[in-house]
């Protein structure tokens, strides 16, 4: 299926309100927010390693999950939010669809990891509350922006399994159904 990433970021910005001035403040503060995400990453992981359901997806692969995801928070202090961020950001998506990790992981593991990241920009910025205001409102911006790109994926793939299931019941081709798609939309 062919994806219009352009449509994506401007439907993604309309839910977050992500701006321009958000980037450019995150690019100003990452500096000095990069160096603490490591151990943002490690309490992820604590808080992730007390919901049982989520040990079949961390046996075996903490340390290279560690490393894949400090590495996206670490971009979101240095990307350009835009098509080529989104088209990332679902293939992201895509990975945990296909190693079938439940949607509800998406938006609990970014509320967790909010979690984390307000305490510490409260504790580097707190004394100038207008700018902790500004970057705490530009990371939530930033975060909900990756979750709704991610979760688009997973949105998807519920559409193709409903086609199949379809298909199975029904006993059409694909192509016979293609073939009708197409003229339904002519
Ligand atoms: C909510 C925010 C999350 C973000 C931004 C995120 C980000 C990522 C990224 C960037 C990758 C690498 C994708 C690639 O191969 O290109 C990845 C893979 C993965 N993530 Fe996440 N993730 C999130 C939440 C979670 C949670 C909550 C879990 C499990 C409890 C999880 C489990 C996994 C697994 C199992 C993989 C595949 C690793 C592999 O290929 O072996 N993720 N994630």
């Known amino acids: 299926m062919a994806h219009d990433f352009e449509q994506l970021t401007q439907y993604a910005r309309s839910f ?11 690019k100003e503060v990452g500096a000095t927010i990069t160096p ?8 992820f992981y604590i808080q992730l390693g007390l ?6 997806f961390l046996e075996g692969r903490v340390d290279s999950l560690k490393a894949m995801h ?29 190693v079938q990790l439940p949607v509800e992981f998406m938006s609990g593991g970014m509320t967790l990891i909010n979690d984390q990241l307000i305490p510490l920009i409260i504790n580097l910025f707190g004394e100038d509350t207008d700018k902790c205001a500004k970057i705490l409102s530009a ?15 997973y949105q998807e793939a519920s559409i193709a399994e409903e086609l199949e299931k379809f ?16 003229a339904y939309n002519n």
């Open 16 to 26: 977050t309100h992500l701006t321009s001035e958000d980037e450019a403040l995150l």
């Open 36 to 43: 603490h995400l490591k151990s943002i990453t490690e309490s």
């Open 51 to 56: 919901i049982p359901e989520t040990q079949p």
């Open 70 to 98: 400090t590495q996206w928070l670490e971009s979101l202090f240095t990307t350009e939010f835009n098509a080529s961020y989104t088209e990332h950001m679902y293939k992201v998506g895509s990975v945990h669809v296909q």
């Open 139 to 153: 990371i939530n911006s930033a975060t909900g922006f990756s979750l709704l790109t991610m979760q688009q994926s």
């Open 167 to 182: 298909l199975k019941i029904s006993g059409m081709s694909r192509v016979l159904f293609s073939n009708l798609a197409k």
